[in-house]
Structure formats: structure tokens, C-alpha cells
């Protein structure tokens, strides 16, 4: 048995636990990709969690205010762009991102040449701000790089708070 296949065994084992007892999930647990991440967060500068803090802070703030409105979907690209300015490295981005509790997808080798495609190149980060099983709030972010396979520094930040219904 290989140590790659013992990690992946023990994370199956550890997982089915935590389903079978109905613990939830801590984010570093939740799979090989997040426990990553996780170690990355423990690396992060220390502005960039500084920065991922006030960033979520602001994001609930706006969440409890969109929930007590009952509105729907909410842009904040705007917010997100005073932590992660246009030029800032997707490593330090990244860090951010995952400060402010987002699961932050892993960057794509793009094979298509010319301009950027935000859906194929851009890399995504989420979290789910309420647990609600009908309609849950997810705030979600797009960092979108200069050119395909090109993360050295983010060209454009979208992100938005919207709803996730069944």
C-alpha cells in the first residue's frame, strides 16, 4: 500500500465517521484539496488574513442586511476589490480569500489560445453563508488572471452574494 493510498484510505475512513456520527465537517477535513489549503491559510502573510477577516466581517454584515430585506442577489465585486486590488498576486489573493472562509478551486492549465474566459481561467472561491437546506447564501468570487495559465497577478475580481435554492 502505497502512502498516497493510506492518506486517501484514512481521509475515507475519517469522513465516513464524521458522516455516520452527523459531526460536521471541519474545513481542513473536508478533503485532500482543502486540507491544502488549510496549511496555505497557516502560511498566509499577515495582512492577507488580517485582510480575509475584515473581508468576511464586511460580507456578513451585508448578508444579515440582504436576509432581514429578504432581497435576493447582491454584487459586491466592489468590496472585494479593496482587499484584492487589481494587480495584487493570485498567491496573495488566494490567501485572502481562504481568511475569509472561502474554498478557493485550484488553478487551471488552460489549453485554448487568446483571451482570457473567465469561466475557464479564472479561479473561484466560495462559501455558504447560512445553512439552510432550501435556500442557502453563498458568497462567491472569480479572480481573473492577465491571460490563460498567466497567475501572476489578478486582472479583475468579480463576486457576488447570491442564493442557492432546491
Request: proline share 5%; with cysteine.
Amino acid at each position: 500500500m502505497t502512502r498516497e493510498h493510506k492518506i486517501r484510505s484514512s481521509w475515507i475512513s475519517l469522513t465516513m465517521l464524521v458522516l455516520v456520527l452527523g459531526l460536521r465537517t471541519p474545513q481542513w477535513i473536508a478533503s485532500p484539496a482543502a486540507a491544502q489549503q488549510y496549511s496555505m491559510q497557516a502560511n498566509a502573510p499577515a495582512n492577507a488574513v488580517q485582510d480575509g477577516k475584515n473581508l468576511r466581517a464586511e460580507i456578513n454584515s451585508i448578508y444579515a442586511s440582504m436576509r432581514s430585506a429578504h432581497k435576493g442577489d447582491a454584487d459586491v465585486s466592489a468590496l472585494v476589490q479593496k482587499y484584492i486590488p487589481v494587480g495584487t498576486s493570485f498567491d496573495n489573493a488566494e490567501a485572502v480569500l481562504r481568511a475569509a472562509g472561502c474554498v478557493v478551486a485550484p488553478r487551471r492549465h488552460s489549453i485554448h489560445p487568446g483571451n482570457v474566459d473567465p469561466g475557464l481561467d479564472g479561479v473561484f472561491g466560495r462559501v455558504s453563508l447560512n445553512g439552510d437546506i432550501l435556500q442557502a447564501f453563498q458568497f462567491g468570487v472569480t479572480l481573473i488572471p492577465r491571460a490563460p495559465n498567466d497567475y501572476s497577478a489578478v486582472a479583475a475580481v468579480t463576486a457576488a452574494i447570491y442564493i442557492v435554492s432546491l
